[in-house]
């Protein structure tokens, strides 16, 4: 069964810094592309950051570039989302999803609430 | 970015009935576009990739085609279980973005 479950997500204050991770197994981690999905409160969905299957290669969109870093261990089944510098708009539900290319999300997590407030 | 427009933004239908949701691409998508359908509180799940193929163990009553600029969702029969918001989203380029949803409610 594929499962992919996230974790790091809480309370933080504007300006501070969170580190989300994302358990993956069931599915062959290394072939998948990966992606952090956001979505605010009761709002739409916007891809934050993917990243290749060996990790080369990195997108971010504009609103978290230099802020947010994406990175994984495939030994590990792992992806996680470095968060910093950050302000009340980040608050939202993240998901991490697999692509078996960068396109489609097959695969989802539950979500982890961020809450930027002071 | 390339903007992702969708309509209706909800819809109100019974069971049985067919429904269709446009989504409209501010430019072509030669990689195509996605369909998804999110429950309250659960994550979005893949129905539709590549325009029109369906993923595997979606229902055989949603189906998907494109046109131009303009791409369309459509469940042929409504059951209960299909209340929900449906996005689509552009496989085109990175950020990949998505419509803002339409929201499906069964009367």
């Known amino acids: 069964e594929v499962q992919l479950v996230e974790s790091g997500g809480g309370l933080v204050q504007p300006g501070g810094s969170l580190r989300l991770s994302c358990a993956a197994s069931g599915f062959p981690l290394s072939s998948y592309w990966m992606t952090w999905v956001r979505q605010a409160p009761g709002k739409g969905l916007e891809r934050v950051a993917n990243?290749?299957?060996?990790?080369?290669?990195?997108n971010y969109v504009d609103s978290v570039k230099g802020r947010f870093t994406i990175s994984r261990d495939n030994a590990k089944k792992s992806l996680y989302l470095q968060m910093n510098s950050l302000r009340a708009d980040d608050t939202a539900v993240y998901y991490c999803?697999?692509?078996?290319?960068?396109?489609?999300?097959?695969?989802w997590g539950q979500g982890t609430l961020v809450t930027v407030s002071s | 970015d390339i903007q992702m427009t969708q309509s209706p933004s909800s819809v109100s239908a019974s069971v049985g009935d067919r429904v269709t949701i446009t989504c409209r691409a501010s430019?072509?998508?030669?990689?195509?576009l996605g369909w998804y359908q999110q429950k309250p509180g659960k994550a979005p799940n893949l129905l539709i990739y590549?325009?029109?193929s369906l993923f595997s163990g979606v229902p055989s009553r949603f189906s998907a085609n494109a046109s131009a600029t303009d791409f369309t969702l459509t469940i042929s029969s409504l059951q209960p279980e299909d209340s929900a918001t449906y996005y689509c989203q552009q496989a085109n380029t990175f950020p990949h973005t998505f419509g803002q949803g339409t929201r499906l409610e069964i009367k």
């Open positions: 430019e072509g998508l030669g990689s195509g």
């Open positions: 990243i290749k299957e060996d990790g080369n290669e990195k």
């Open positions: 590549h325009t029109s």
């Open positions: 999803a697999a692509a078996p290319n960068q396109w489609y999300l097959d695969y």
